[in-house]
C-alpha cells in the first residue's frame, strides 16, 4: 500500500534532500524513523531534491508498505493509524524536519512524477538585519525591480533552461513550463522571488535569482538576459546564490 507524506524542514544542517555517501540528508532521517516505526526497511521517493542547504516549507514523498502488521498486533496494513504515526514520526525526528500528514493514496500516485507544479521562494533584504541572515540573502548594492520582474516575465515565454541548469547535471531534459515569476516587496528593504513551473532543474532558481539580479544591478540588458536564455549556456548566466535563502513552498497534484 503506498502512503504520502507531507513535511518541512530547515535544510541547513543538511546535505540536501537526497541521501549522500557523505552527509546527512532528509530523505535519509525519514527512511531511518519510517523504518524504525513500521518495523520493515523503507525507501522513500521524494517530489524533488532540493541542494545542501535549502528548505522546505512543503516537501511531499511516498512509500510503500508491504505485508503488515499481525493480527497478535491488533492491525492490518490498511488500518494504519495515520495520525498516530505522524505523532510518533514528530516525537522521533530531529527538531528541523516536521511531519504534517500522513495519507494512504492509490499506488499508481507518485511523489515526483504526479506532481503537476511545484513553487519556490527566494528572499533578498537590502538592509542589515539579525533575524533575517539565516533565510535571506543580504544584498548593499541598488536593484532596479521593475526591470528584474520584466526580465523575469521573459522566462514563461521559453520552455528550454539549459542556461540555468548547473554544469554536467545528469538531467534527460532541459525543458520545463514556468507559468509564474515576479518579485514583490514583502516589507521595507526584504524582497521575495517566487516563481512556479512544472518541473526544475538542479540550482535552476539559484542561477535565474543571479542572472535576474545582473538585470537589477544594469550589467545585463533585456536583450542580454534573452541572449543568455537563448544561448542555453551556463557559463553566460549569472552566479549561483546562496541556498540559505531559497525555500520549497509548494507542491501541487
Not at 554544469?167 to 520545463?176: E, F, G, M, N, W
Amino acid at each position: 500500500m503506498r502512503y504520502f507524506v507531507t513535511l518541512s524542514y530547515d535544510g541547513t544542517r543538511y546535505h540536501g534532500w537526497q541521501v549522500q555517501p557523505n552527509g546527512i540528508s532528509v530523505q535519509e532521517e525519514l527512511q531511518r524513523a519510517l523504518s524504525l516505526l513500521l518495523r520493515q526497511d523503507i525507501q522513500v521517493t521524494g517530489a524533488g531534491r532540493t541542494d545542501a542547504g535549502v528548505h522546505a516549507r512543503m516537501m511531499v514523498a511516498h512509500f510503500d508498505l508491504e505485508g503488515g502488521r499481525s493480527k497478535e498486533e491488533g492491525e492490518s496494513r490498511e488500518e494504519i493509524d495515520c495520525k498516530q504515526l505522524v505523532y510518533k514520526l514528530n516525537k522521533l525526528l530531529p527538531q528541523d524536519i516536521a511531519v504534517q500528514k500522513v495519507e494512504p493514496v492509490a499506488d499508481d500516485k507518485h511523489a515526483r512524477f504526479s506532481a503537476l507544479a511545484r513553487t519556490y521562494y527566494y528572499y533578498l533584504h537590502t538592509v542589515k538585519s539579525p533575524f533575517l541572515r539565516h533565510y535571506s540573502c543580504e544584498l548593499h548594492y541598488p536593484l532596479d525591480f521593475d526591470r528584474m520582474n520584466e526580465a523575469a516575465r521573459m522566462l514563461l515565454d521559453y520552455e528550454d533552461f539549459g542556461a540555468f541548469c548547473k554544469s554536467h547535471a545528469d538531467v534527460k531534459t532541459t525543458l520545463c513550463q514556468v507559468t509564474k515569476a515576479e518579485w514583490r516587496s514583502v516589507g521595507e528593504g526584504q524582497w521575495l522571488f517566487e516563481i512556479t513551473a512544472n518541473r526544475f532543474l538542479r540550482n535552476m532558481v539559484r542561477a535565474v535569482v543571479g542572472t535576474l539580479i545582473e538585470v537589477g544591478r544594469g550589467r545585463l540588458s533585456m536583450d542580454d538576459f534573452r541572449r543568455v536564455i537563448e544561448g542555453k549556456r551556463r557559463t553566460e548566466a549569472g552566479e549561483s546564490m546562496p541556498a540559505h535563502a531559497l525555500f520549497l513552498v509548494k507542491i501541487e497534484y
